[in-house]
């Protein structure tokens, strides 16, 4: 070494005098730099939280195995889904947050109040109990009974207040996730099922599954994603606002006892492993949403076995349905066990640093005042050194617990971004819906030039009496277009017998003037859905009394707000024969699985009963007396045509011919006749058909015959 670097040293070299000196200005102004450090450590705090819960930390990040198998699919159409506690999260748990507390002064806001209420009161017991818990082990240290018995006493009365805290806040977040629930699943029911305050009846739970392909489970997640959706909003405000509460309040308490300073090396530790856990932590919002999906996936296998039993049992369908059902099983086996090996290392990981690394960490702190003197803090005995590392280890045991939670949260919340992504699907969908905006997988014929510019088309709806179409297509959900342009009228009174093939667009007209499908041109003039009653091959029986059958949808207030009474439903089943039913079943009152109770013939004339009592404007007869006698057939029809009801059948029995005066028939490659209906003549050209087609038939049996009597002519001669 030169003489210069020699000089060069000493001069950066600090003297003891230096050093005393830097350690004197450190002391003077050591209560100002603890106030820096603290207010460091709480913007710290506050800006790590939400940036992490604003996805800047994300813990659901795919990781690399996981990028190309898809983040979470809606189980649909096979498109992505993007589950993650970004942005878009956020934006949807905004929305659903102003249904689930539509004002400050709703019952959900004050629970919020109050639940946070007792949040801070058990931090401050929490706080009482770390104090007190030092001066106890103090008192036995330096064997003072007396004090050691009054602290007891503090002991259990500070228990009443805890005890009477913690099953409140267990009660107010039972009750806010339960009020949640409340609050969205009316919120969704009022546009599934429709709003009696709305004018407008848009038939969504029909258009969801039918025109739309997004949401094949809507049961699933109107139950169970809102249900499970509102426990976890509800937990996860105490899983991140307590939590960051106890952080600040106990690492100050901390700080006073040991030093900021400390407590700033312990907050730099713990960031570091805390960045690594986030690092290694699964995307385990995915994961939940496709757990959610996979779920109702299987349920709706199983569902769809329950509705088809009948048809099921008479194929022997029994296997295949099981490699059905066993295949749904197994995805979502496959999924669980892969999220469950996923879950078990990141606990182990999880465990190792928070409990045992960040333990270390804190012991060391504790032992601060112990092994260091502290400026401003006097020396003390063994019972105050004992005191007073008890108390901090206390304080640091809490602030370590509150941060493991913070660190639990972002997995909760991740969670919480899955179900808040499946209602969220469902909330847009019904939203899309009700706009019109459909997503339906279209057959192949629909990209074609001619066929994407019908689709794209909108027709006009005019509310009238009478029935008009006007250069209307008839086209399906799948985009399938079965007539191009159809026209007809129907006056009131003027019976309209609808013929065809299958899948020529007898069912779609009704669908049309139901109001369940769209209109994509021209002008359809047609009285509201509400004057038109379906009654299909196999009518719909609720669940409720033989009256709700009958009267259905109404209840019983609205048929006696109509002066209708038992009598007059008993005359009304005396019409279809079906009086005999209210004995034999033990009266209006009786509640049964109808379906099964009655016979399919039954079903469609409870079904007619149910006609009689409404008396709307039309009828939509779908193959509507295919179970009945001839005679009981027309007797519904003449009884209707006496009550001002005006039929639109699609029957192939000649025997309703002449119950109506016109038939629109389609020819099922998308032409139609649509003319006046001479039932006489028809039915006489039917008969007539039916006798050439019976005597050709008997030709082929003549001809043998003739050949035989040649043979047996030819061996005579």
């Known amino acids: 070494m030169t003489v210069q670097s020699k000089l060069l040293s000493s001069k950066l070299r600090p003297t003891g005098e230096q050093v ?127 004090p050691f018995l009054l602290n007891i006493l503090r002991w259990l009365l500070v228990a009443i207040p805890a005890t009477w805290t913690n099953s409140w806040l267990s009660y107010i977040q039972n009750k ?48 169970h994603d809102i249900q499970r959706f509102s426990t976890h909003l509800a937990a996860i405000y105490a899983n991140v606002a307590k939590p960051i509460l106890d952080m600040i309040l106990y690492n100050y308490q901390l700080s006073q006892n040991v030093g900021a300073e400390g407590l700033f090396a312990l907050t730099f530790a713990v960031q570091a492993s805390a960045a690594l856990l986030r690092a290694l932590t699964p995307p385990f919002g995915m994961y939940t949403a496709l757990s959610a999906q996979l779920a109702g996936n299987l349920r709706h296998t199983h569902s769809r076995l329950a509705e088809f039993a009948e048809e099921i049992a008479f194929f022997g369908g029994e296997n295949t349905e099981k490699m059905l059902a066993e295949r749904e099983y197994a995805g979502l086996v496959q999924h669980e066990s892969k999220v469950l090996r996923k879950a078990w290392w990141h606990g182990c990981a999880e465990e190792g640093i928070i409990k045992w690394v960040w333990g270390s960490f804190g012991l060391c702190i504790c032992a601060i005042p112990v092994f260091f003197k502290i400026p401003g803090v006097d020396n003390l005995d063994l019972g105050g050194r004992t005191e007073g590392f008890v108390t901090n280890r ?18 909760e919340l991740s969670e919480l971004a899955g179900y808040t992504a499946r209602v969220a699907q469902l909330l ?24 994407a510019k019908i689709l794209k088309g909108r027709g006009v709806i005019i509310e009238s009496d009478e029935i008009e179409f006007d250069s209307v297509p008839i086209v399906t959900p799948n985009g399938d277009i079965l007539v191009r342009s159809l026209s007809f009228y129907v006056k009131p009174g003027q019976h309209l017998l609808i013929v065809g093939p299958n899948g020529c667009g007898k069912s779609s007209l009704f669908r049309i003037l139901g109001g369940l499908w769209p209109v994509y041109g021209g002008i359809v003039r047609k009285p509201p859905a509400s004057q038109f009653i379906l009654i299909p091959q196999r009518p719909y029986l609720s669940l409720g009394t033989l009256r709700d059958q009958v009267i259905y949808p109404h209840g019983r207030e609205d048929m006696e707000g109509r002066g209708m009474t038992d009598d007059d439903l008993f005359a009304i089943l005396a019409i279809v024969q079906m009086d005999n039913v209210v004995e034999r079943e033990g009266g209006w009152d009786i509640a049964r699985d109808w379906r099964d109770a009655l ?72 032409g ?28 082929p049996k003549m001809r043998a015959r003739l050949v035989e009597l040649q043979a047996l002519q030819s061996e005579q001669a």
Request: no cysteine.
């Open 599 to 670: 016979s399919g013939g039954d079903q469609q004339k409870i079904a007619w009963a149910r006609l009689f009592y409404h008396r709307p404007k039309y009828a939509v007869l779908d193959e509507a007396t295919s179970l009945v006698p001839p005679d009981m057939e027309g007797r519904m029809m003449e009884h209707a045509a006496k009550l001002g009801i005006t039929l639109l059948t699609v029957s192939h029995r000649p025997s309703l011919w002449r119950y109506h005066s016109m038939i629109l028939q389609y020819d099922g490659q998308g």
């Open 394 to 411: 206390r304080l640091l045991l809490s602030a370590s617990d509150a941060f493991g939670r913070v660190m639990y949260s972002y997995k």
């Open 20 to 146: 005393k000196k830097l350690v004197d200005a450190y002391s003077t102004h050591r209560p100002l730099i603890q106030r820096a450090l603290l207010l460091g450590f709480v913007a710290h705090i506050l800006t790590t939280t939400y940036l992490g819960l604003n996805g800047k930390s994300n813990p659901s990040k795919p990781s690399k195995r996981d990028k190309g198998k898809g983040k979470a699919t809606d189980g649909n159409d096979g498109k992505k889904q993007r589950v993650a506690i970004d942005a878009v999260f956020y934006q949807r748990l905004s929305t659903i947050l102003r249904i689930v507390i539509p004002s400050l002064r709703s019952k959900e806001a004050l629970l919020l109040v109050m639940h946070s209420s007792l949040l801070i009161f058990r931090t401050v017991i929490s706080l009482y109990v770390a104090a007190l818990d030092g001066r106890i082990v103090a008192s036995l240290v330096r064997a003072q009974p007396i």
């Open 672 to 699: 139609y006749v649509f003319t006046k209906l001479d039932s006489e003549k028809r039915l006489a050209l039917q008969q007539e058909k039916e006798a050439l087609e019976a005597k050709l038939l008997e030709v």
């Open 428 to 451: 847009e969908t019904m939203s899309d819906v009700r706009k019109g905006k459909f997503e339906k997988a279209l057959v192949s014929s629909a990209n074609t030039e001619e066929n």
């Open 176 to 223: 806010l996730a339960l009020a949640y629930r409340t609050r969205l699943t009316d919120a969704v029911m009022k546009q599934y099922l429709g709003d009696e305050k709305l004018a407008q009846d848009l038939k969504i739970f029909y258009k969801l599954s039918n025109l739309d392909d997004r949401i094949k489970n809507p049961d699933q997640m109107i139950t």
